[in-house]
């Protein structure tokens, strides 16, 4: 079994901090793992983007070709990688900046209101943690349980203050697609 998700957006909005959460949430289940970075030539501002294979047998190969989810964060990753979500697949859309000028219906779209969402929670920040969560239910091979020992572990250590909000924003994520 496995999970291929693509995460995307402008550099800053925490692309490659969700990347980094879902891998460590497949390495304390004990699970193969491939985590694939790509910046922008701008960095903060320019895009961002990066693939996360989990899976609880080896992997072969590290591309993905079609993601069975996938969240993006602004307009040019959504007009980018609609396409790239399997059929049966699952997006997860910061509806907060994009617009669905074109969408498909042999996926399932979740529209998340994540700027907002965030700002509820007192920190704008944490739009990306909020579309994690809403991703997180629709995946095979991790969930929230794996999701807090990868962000203990990632967090934890260097900025603990930080820890109780990103998790709040998880469970605010799994809210909304209930």
């Not at 800053?12 to 491939?34: H, P, R, T, Y």
């Not at 498909?104 to 529209?111: A, F, G, L, N, S």
């Not at 943690?129 to 990632?154: R, S």
């Not at 934890?156 to 924003?169: D, Q, S």
Request: hydrophobic share 45%; aromatic share 6%.
């Amino acid at each position: 079994m496995m999970d291929k998700i693509v995460l995307a957006g402008f550099g800053g909005q925490g692309v490659m901090f969700m990347g980094k959460i879902f891998a460590v949430s497949g390495m304390v289940s004990d699970l193969e793992v491939c985590w694939i970075p790509s910046y922008g030539p701008e960095m903060r501002g320019g895009t961002a983007n990066c693939f996360v294979l989990l899976s609880d047998e080896e992997i072969h190969s590290p591309v993905i070709d079609k993601a069975d989810g996938g969240i993006v964060l602004n307009q040019p990753s959504y007009d980018k990688f609609l396409d790239r979500i399997k059929t049966g697949g699952v997006l997860v859309v910061n509806t907060s900046i994009v617009e669905l000028n074109e969408t498909r219906d042999d996926i399932t779209i979740i529209k998340v209101q994540a700027i907002e969402a965030a700002n509820e929670l007192g920190n704008p920040t944490i739009a990306n943690m909020v579309c994690l969560g809403a991703l997180l239910p629709h995946l095979k091979l991790t969930d929230y349980n794996k999701v807090e020992k990868a962000i203990q572990e990632v967090v934890g250590a260097k900025r603990p203050e930080l820890l109780e909000i990103n998790l709040a924003a998880i469970k605010k994520g799994i809210e909304i697609t209930n």
